[in-house]
DNA sequence: TTCCTCCGAGAACGATCGTTCTCTACACTA
DNA sequence: TAGTGTAGAGAACGATCGTTCTCGGAGGAA
């Protein structure tokens, strides 16, 4: 088995395991089962469980992203129907039976007071996410893309985590109520538009 | 020591380094040692650790409910602001510095799936925020009380586990605005209301 | 064939953890 | 004062975990 392909099977595996169960949960020779490799090529691939806790969580937050991003290019027809995109593929997650909430957040709160990496690793995938959703409003006439990029953020981890929470994807609707009232109200203060009132 | 005491000794160190660290970072011991009793009578008040961590998540969830409501009735004038006032309360307790999130969002991730005892309590504590929230709500003359308070609760563990990851307690003026914009757009489509634009 | 190198399988090691057990000391009762 | 029950301090136990080490075998080079 070539090193490469060892390394895809160990972080398929972790991917697998510790988001289903949470990482302290998931030892490493259950882990090197499932993966199909020997002890010695997982820490050839990994000196510690630390760096593949880290690097499964870096692939997860490109290949998570990745698939926002394509299913919002393919799904929605116009700019101002992309932020909503997102909400819908967000149901579509979380309607997935392995679904168990964010990986980021689960593993800030399990491991962030005592691992820099996974701290690091969870803030610069929350960052990105921002950065993404404030490319997709910044294409709407609003007036402070910004805040209402902000404001879908919360919306989309508040979703995640309730759905998580509760077992049941009902969250997404909400969400995506929300999410048109406030880009409605944005628009509604756009550049160009007069106050609102009161 | 009284036994009554030596259980809310256990039940103050559980809160902070539980909270503060994870759970499955704090042994048994570390926590005899913060709570200043001896092993045997820890013990006797929680026969084992995951008796502890679920008495920990319930008084943690009624306090929490607890001053957020004293805060919200003492500082809201009307029902108007009731709502948004949650959000107030959110922003202190980011600025607070041993604020490391949602406890329950935090040990859902890191026990949920191995531990129905700490998803039921987490599960518990949602929705009785959502029972609260929707309280709230009840009094504003909207259309559909269960959606805004619904909406509402999104924003508020979005805000927090935003605070949480990005360190910043920026999230809670994002959420409170937010949450105006949804509580207006709820009141313009209020029973009595005409439709709204569009 | 003989040697060298690499790999997988799994034993082994040291540390930690949850839990229980032992020992000693002290307060209270007859 | 002798006896009894209880508490604290901490050793001990069994299990698990992350990590390393050993052993035996397979494959290529001379």
Redesign the pocket.
Known sequence: ?D?EE?RSRILDAAEELFYGRG??????????AAA?????????C???????VEAYLRRRDARWRAELAEHVSRHAATAEDRPLAVFDWLRTWFADPGFRGCAFINSFGELGPVSDGVTGVARHHKQAVHAYVTGLVSALPVGDPALLAGQLVLLMDGAITTAAVSGEPAAAEYARTAAEALVAAARAAGPGAAAGPG
Do not use: C, N, W
């Open positions: 088995m090193q060892a990482i302290q949960t998931v030892g490493m020779d259950e882990l090197r199909g490799v020997s002890l010695k090529r997982l820490y050839q990994f000196p510690a469980k630390h760096d593949l």
